[in-house]
Every structure is written in structure tokens, then in C-alpha cells.
């Protein structure tokens, strides 16, 4: 984390121990999480018929000039992953039985509370792969009550020379859109997370978290199924000029017997579904309804928020103010300013710029935790030099920018 990043965390601590909580209520409430379940969504919501192809691990939402400053300033990237721990040099594929989907909001007022209104659905559909181990792409755009769609549209295979960026124009506006493996940019010492917060509850020695040279990043070396889109934000505005956006991700299953879509995983901001939800019933509930459904009375989601968050020790003002900040679950991205989830917080105590493919989401979220007493898990993206338990490849130069799958 940059020091600029950590100077603002400490400077607006008192709203910004929001964002500590969800991190806490991760701690002190997971002992019954499977072991991915942290700060990612790398697995939440387990069911029998959910495989891999149909879970989501992580949103990304940012200005294309903040990772590459040659980029026209107009362009924002979206960035879906899923199918989480994909093995190196091995190709899986997405889900020809779903619906992958990116949904937009136009948000007036960066305080304004989400109202979970798709404004915009980009929905992405897969063919069988053909002998080259490639899928055919169906990109439909939902818009202002309009429908367009493409057809024309393939993934990239492990092993091509190149990325395939395919190019397609909806309502006279270029997109590109790129769908294939590629690595997994998250960053997170697993396994020593789980001694610290294992002596944090009693349960073994108190520790911290493991020097630089000792720490491990425990997703190094895997892949995901990444779907990138690039969009100018006039196709985003349409009439309205908005410079802000709420952005969230579904899955839908088809039902074969009626042809039906049921929607099986949903995800906006890290930490959220598995910092406040614990029980595993809930988060399958969670994955299945919009983002305004969290917050409707007497909705069990909810409560379930409210007590995971007082059993922190938050009062009811300080709980309310908690699931005001992070409920609704959406990524809202303010495109005045800078992307990166540290860099600004609206008057609720929500971050407002996206997130950039190297967030370190885990450093921030410490950082803000102890007031900057820890400000790190000792991972990083790069790694540190002789430690070969991290370190990512580099990200590529250009559009859809994720490190090549390894």
C-alpha cells in the first residue's frame, strides 16, 4: 500500500473503521468457514451443484488511464473473475449452462444510498469449447429497456501467443471484450491469517503475521477465468452525464426442465459476503437475491449483519452506521477521481473508486483495523526478493492487462 493510501486511511480513521469492522467481524466470526474464505470471494455459499466454473472470486472496476496512462481517459475496464485456485497449464472453461453478468447503476450523488437499479446489464454467454478450446462468446447488452447482442465473440486458449480482444460496437459505441485464463491477481498470507486469528480468539499462541521474507501468498501460481470489458463511460451515461456508477456480478444457472435462469453467486466489494455472513444457508441466500434484498426488513441477512457486528462490542448506532456503509453490496466507482479502493470514502464511510487489479485489499483493511499499529500481512503482489513463496507475474502493458496464466 502506498504511503499516500495508508496516510489517508489513518487521517479519516473514524470513518474509515468501517471498513476495519468487516475485517474484525472476519476474524472473530469464521471459525466455521472453509479456508478460502477470506477477504476474497474465492468460495462462499457451497452447494453440491455449484462447481467452480459457477463461482466468482473477485470484481475489479477502474479508469483505464490509472493502470496504463496512455489509455484514452474516457475508457473504464471491468473485470470479472471466477473459477478460483485453477491449477497452471491446465484449461477450464466457462460454464456453457449460465449467465455471467456485470450490473450498472448511474448513481446522481456519491453519498446516495444504492438502490440495486440495472440501468445497464452486460451478460456474457459460452458456447462448448471447439477442438482449439475455444468458446464462443454471446455478449447481450441490456440498456434503458433496450436489448442488442453479439455473437461473433471467442475466448482466448491457454497458450496463445496473444490475448484475443475481440471488437464490437453497441448502439454506434466501441467495446472490447476479452474472456480467457489468466492469473489470479489477489494477494492474502492465508494460512498465517488463520494463526493470528486463532490466537486473537484463544484458541493457540498469540502471533502475528509473518516477516517478508517468511510470508506466502497463497495464490501464487493459480489462474482464473477472467472476463475483461472495456467501455467508454459516454456508452455508460447514456443521457444522463453521471460520473459515478454502482457495479455489481451474478451467475445464473439455467434450470433444464424449465429453461429458467436462477441466479447462484453474487459479488461487488471483497470482504463483504463472508466478513458479515456466517452461516453458509445465508450466503447461499445472499448469492441468490439483489443487493437491496440485504437490507429489507425482517430480512435474515441482515440480521445475521447485526449480529455478527454486535457481537464485536458495536452498539446500535455504530451497527447501523456499519451496515449503512457496506449494505447494499455494490462497487461504486466515482470516476472524478483516481481508481483504487483506498483512495476516497463517500460521507457514509464506503469507498467510491473501484479497485485496480493490484489493490492490496488485505493491507488496507489492517492498515485502517489497528489504526496503522499493523499495516501489512507481508504479501505483496511482487513479492519480496528471495522469497519464492510470492511474487505475480508481471501485469501486461496493455488491455485486458491481468499477468498471463501461468
Known sequence: MSFAMFKFAKLNWKKSLILGGISIAAIAAATSLPQYLMASDHDDGEVDFKGRSLNLTDLYAFREQDQNPGANPSDLVLVMNSNPRSIARQQYFFSTNARYEFKITRVADKDATPTGQEDITLRFEFSAPNEQQQQQIKLTVLKDGQETSATNLRTTPLGASRPIVNQLSSGGTKLSVFAGLREDPFVFDVEQFFRVRAGALGFGPAVGFRPPAQAADSFKGFNVNAIAIRIPQQFLQGTSGATTYDIWETISLRDPATGKYQQVER????????????????????????????????????????????????????????????????????????????????????????????????????????????????????????????????????????????
Not at 430480512?299 to 447501523?320: C, Y
Open 267 to 406: 459479488l461487488a466489494r471483497p470482504a463483504i459476503n463472508e466478513g458479515l455472513i456466517v452461516s453458509n444457508d445465508l450466503l447461499n441466500a445472499l448469492n441468490s437475491v439483489p443487493p437491496t434484498a440485504e437490507l429489507n426488513p425482517p430480512a435474515p441477512i441482515a440480521a445475521e449483519a447485526v449480529r455478527t457486528l454486535k457481537a464485536l462490542g458495536n452498539d446500535d448506532a455504530r451497527t447501523n452506521a456499519l451496515l449503512g456503509a457496506f449494505l447494499p453490496d455494490v462497487m461504486r466507482i466515482d470516476t472524478t477521481g483516481a481508481s483504487g479502493y483506498g483512495n476516497a470514502l463517500n460521507a457514509k464511510g464506503s469507498p467510491i473508486r473501484g479497485r485496480l487489479l493490484k489493490d492490496d485489499v488485505i493491507d488496507i483493511t489492517l492498515s485502517v483495523l489497528t489504526n496503522g499499529k499493523i499495516t501489512s500481512d507481508n504479501a505483496s503482489y511482487e513479492g519480496t526478493p528471495g522469497n519464492a513463496a510470492q511474487g505475480h507475474k508481471p501485469l501486461e502493458g496493455s488491455f485486458p492487462y491481468l499477468a498471463l496464466p501461468n
